[in-house]
């Protein structure tokens, strides 16, 4: 079976191919276009997917040495997203399927995060056997959730204000670093003293407010953007520069302890042997060995997908289609679908 799967939803344009299960390609073109205006420009996002598309599509079929007759599936993100920039992708493959005489499966882009641990990979590690805690930390959600191997899944708790990829990105705006900031806290935390300043850890047992943990799995990044901007403000700018490692670290600390400590109560308390981390922020070194560390202590199993199917990639995407019809939970011949904006709660992906 190939699968050509389509990813559009915010600022990357990519396009893969899953044959026979085996990822073939897997083209991704990041739009750099939203870097002056620090942060994505819905209406430039799906300019750039327009004028890439019929390309990076093309290219995905090359490189995987097939043309699109021989296409069984296509899948595309139906949402959440940028809606114009998902609407790009989607009619796309809408007229593609339809022109081939192809099914369409659409599919929800934070299932395609939730589930890349099943994304074929030589260098990684095999997906989860049973249950597993998935932990989905992207530029625009923060999602923990109980995750079953029929598909299903429960949302035990969610960011009640900023993603965890959005504190990063604002904090690191505050410091004058490029949108995405994340990769450059990454970088400068790697040689900085995460011990240096104590930034806040909302929802946590090291919260200093009435809002502690209590087992509350929800997540707030917030506070932590307002301490931040009061602790830049207070400092004199040679400070800040002097210290900027130092300041990225303890920044970095402060968002990625706080997915450690609920991802690890969350699984221990569900009494699941593994956790999956997957979205932007998942390609977070310090996120990967704090995790790694845990997950060690306490003998769970961790699957963490490479940096490229960890960032939007349509490698996920074909993956998911893949799963939801192996498992018989998506319709077949349906070219009437409808892009969607916001990510539906519904519990499980069938
Ligand atoms: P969503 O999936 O919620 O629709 P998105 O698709 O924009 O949002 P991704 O592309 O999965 O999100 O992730 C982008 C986010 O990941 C950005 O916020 C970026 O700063 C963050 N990110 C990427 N690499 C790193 C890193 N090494 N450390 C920390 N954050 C990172
Ligand atoms: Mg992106
Ligand atoms: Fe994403």
Redesign the pocket.
């Known amino acids: 079976m190939n699968i050509l799967g389509i990813e559009t939803?915010?600022?990357?344009t990519s396009a893969a191919v899953l044959q026979e299960g085996r990822i073939r390609s897997n083209v991704i073109s990041s739009q750099l276009v939203h870097a002056r205006f620090g942060g994505v420009v819905p209406e430039l996002a799906s300019r750039e997917h327009e004028r890439l598309i019929v390309m990076i599509v093309e290219e995905a079929l090359q490189e995987a040495n097939i043309q699109k007759n021989d296409l069984d599936i296509i899948a595309a993100t139906a949402g959440?997203?940028l809606i114009g920039a998902v609407m790009v992708g989607l009619s796309f493959a809408q007229g593609l399927a339809y022109a081939l005489q192809k099914p369409l499966v659409p599919v929800n882009?934070?299932e395609a995060?939730i589930f890349s641990a099943f994304i074929e990979d030589p260098e990684g590690t095999p997906p989860p056997q049973g249950p597993f805690i998935s932990l989905t930390v992207?530029?625009?959600?923060t999602l923990l959730c109980l995750v079953r191997q029929d598909l299903s899944y429960t949302v035990l708790g969610r960011t009640i204000d900023d993603?965890a990829?959005?504190a990063?990105?604002k904090t690191g705006k505050m410091l004058g670093l490029d949108y995405?900031?994340?990769?450059h806290?990454?970088r400068l935390a790697a040689t900085g003293n995460p011990a240096f300043h104590d930034f806040p850890r909302a929802l946590t047992s090291h919260s200093k407010t009435s809002r502690s943990f209590k087992g509350n799995l929800d997540f707030s990044f917030s506070g932590l953007k307002t301490s931040v901007r009061n602790y830049l403000s207070n400092h004199s700018e040679e400070f800040i520069q002097e210290h900027l490692h130092d300041i990225a670290a303890s920044i970095q600390e402060a968002i990625i302890s706080v997915l450690v400590e609920k991802a690890v109560y969350a699984a221990l308390r569900n009494n699941v042997a593994s956790i999956s981390i997957a979205?932007?922020?998942s390609?977070?070194?310090g996120l990967r060995e704090r995790m790694e560390a845990a997950c060690r202590h306490y003998g769970i199993e961790l699957h963490v997908p490479r940096t490229i199917y960890?960032?939007?990639n349509a490698a996920m995407i074909a993956t998911m289609a893949q799963l939801r019809i192996s498992r018989g939970v998506t319709e077949l011949n349906n070219y009437d679908v409808a892009p969607f904006a916001a990510f539906r709660t519904q519990g499980t992906s069938r």
Do not use: K, L, Y
């Open positions: 939803s915010c600022d990357e959440p997203g882009h934070i995060h992207s530029g625009g959600h993603a990829g959005e990063f990105d995405p900031a994340g990769p806290i990454d979205g932007g922020v390609a977070n070194r960890s960032t939007d």
